[in-house]
């Protein structure tokens, strides 16, 4: 009961940073909240009065579209933005698993803004992952479900994705292969992900070469084989095929 006390007494004062730090900016960037929602008007998702005036009370925590607006209309930081917001949402009031179960963040994960290299614990993915959705727009789980279909299947079912991005539940290689690659993250960035999953588990990453090597193996144990059995060597001659190299100098014995 003590360690659920704690944890919410930590998820409230994390709203209330957030809180506190948009008021802050509205009262010294000098703007009513009518003014800050005619701001908004020109940007991709207008935000009314009433949902500005809501962000900054800390009851609840805003949306990201939400957070992100009222920063820009105040001329803040979206950086700094993103960091309270994700130790806010973190522990979001209705957030399925948002309790004892949840994967707890740990404190300062996500201020950290720990570069994907450095990666070493799980809850570092995790705050990487909702990171990387927001600078995708924040798409929703329904249309990053859509963005991994092939065929009729879709790669990226959005209840094990929200399992995922609670905390409820290990993230895969696949899942997040397809994650980030719904995310538009290209090919070089998406081993650099990869890595870091693997990192997490504490699983060393296979060297660069290893099919190469593997394949000089097999091909050197099947020579041996042959020279075992008696059978001589055959290399591909210039027409490509494979003629002998220990042919005999001498005349055959009758």
Avoid at 89 to 117: E, N, T
Avoid at 136 to 144: F, I, K, Q
Avoid at 165 to 186: I, P, Q
Wanted: glycine share 10%.
């Amino acid at each position: 009961m003590g360690r659920l006390t704690s944890a919410l007494a930590e998820r409230d004062k994390e709203v209330r940073t957030l809180a506190r730090w948009l008021r802050a900016l509205r009262e010294r960037s000098g703007l009513t909240y009518s003014q800050m929602a005619h701001k908004t008007a020109g940007f991709a998702r207008p935000v009314s009065l009433a949902t500005l005036s809501r962000a900054d009370e800390g009851r609840t925590v805003p949306t990201w579209p939400v957070t992100e607006a009222y920063t820009r209309a105040c001329g803040g930081s979206v950086r700094t933005a993103e960091r309270l917001w994700l130790r806010a949402d973190a522990g979001r009031p209705g957030r399925r698993g948002s309790g004892a179960k949840a994967m707890p963040v740990a404190p300062g994960a996500a201020g950290a803004g720990r570069a994907l290299p450095y990666v070493t614990e799980r809850c570092e993915l995790l705050v990487a992952m909702r990171r990387l959705r927001l600078r995708a727009g924040s798409p929703s789980l329904r249309e990053l479900e859509t963005r991994a279909v092939r065929g009729t299947v879709s790669h990226l079912p959005r209840s094990t994705l929200h399992g995922v991005l609670a905390g409820e539940r290990d993230c895969t290689e696949r899942v997040l292969v397809e994650f980030v690659r719904a995310c538009g993250v290209g090919p070089a960035e998406e081993a650099e992900w990869v890595a870091a999953l693997r990192r997490t588990a504490g699983t060393p990453p296979p060297p660069p070469d290893v099919h190469r090597r593997l394949a000089e193996a097999h091909a050197e144990i099947r020579r041996l084989r042959r020279a075992l059995d008696g059978h001589p060597a055959r290399e591909a001659g210039p027409s490509g095929v494979p003629r002998r190299t220990d042919r005999p100098t001498g005349r055959p014995v009758p």
